[in-house]
């Protein structure tokens, strides 16, 4: 599960513990974005990074039987037990192709700092949107990482 680009190490025996928090910490307030931006019944959604797919499957029960979710992962162990309109498509969103100009909303949450160079991981995003739809990037503010614990060997990574 070694990645070049991705800081944490995915063999950690508690990842899907570590997912669920953030799904736990975050999901609320994606959802309400996602309310925001007026996506609804019948709509295409990609979720990049899915993680756990908590996100995948709020998604699904907000675009119904007529909408359509791909949750995309370099790591699709934890993407089990969705809705039927989940499809789960293992990929890594830096080399693999994704479908162009298809989705209502594309998003991407802690994901994004991950993808090096983050500009062209961004522009391959922005390129499955299909034409009026979103992009959602959602991301921690890492400049502030050094000031919270100045010592972790992660921090200059
Ligand atoms: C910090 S987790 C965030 C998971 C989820 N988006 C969330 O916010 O709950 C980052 C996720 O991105 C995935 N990921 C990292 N690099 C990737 C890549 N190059 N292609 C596809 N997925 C990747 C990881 O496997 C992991 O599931």
Known sequence: ????????????????ARL????????AGTM???E??????GNRCLEAGAGTGSVAAA???????????????????????????????HADLLTDDLP???????????????LHPHRDALHRLAA???????LLVEEVDWTYADRVEPDAP???R
Do not use: C, K
């Open 128 to 134: 499955a949107v299909a034409p009026g739809g979103w």
């Open 59 to 89: 998604l699904a029960a907000i675009v119904g039987a007529e909408g359509r979710v791909l949750a995309v992962d370099r790591d699709t162990r934890f993407l089990d037990d969705l809705p039927a309109q989940v499809e789960v498509r």
């Open 32 to 34: 309400r974005l996602v």
């Open 1 to 16: 599960m070694d990645s070049p680009t991705y800081v944490l190490n995915q063999a950690f025996p508690s990842e899907r």
């Open 154 to 156: 992660s921090t200059p």
């Open 20 to 27: 669920e928090a953030l799904a736990r910490l975050w999901d």
């Open 36 to 41: 925001e931006l007026g996506i609804g019944p």
């Open 100 to 114: 162009a100009a298809q989705f209502d909303l594309v998003h991407a949450r802690l994901l994004v700092a991950h």
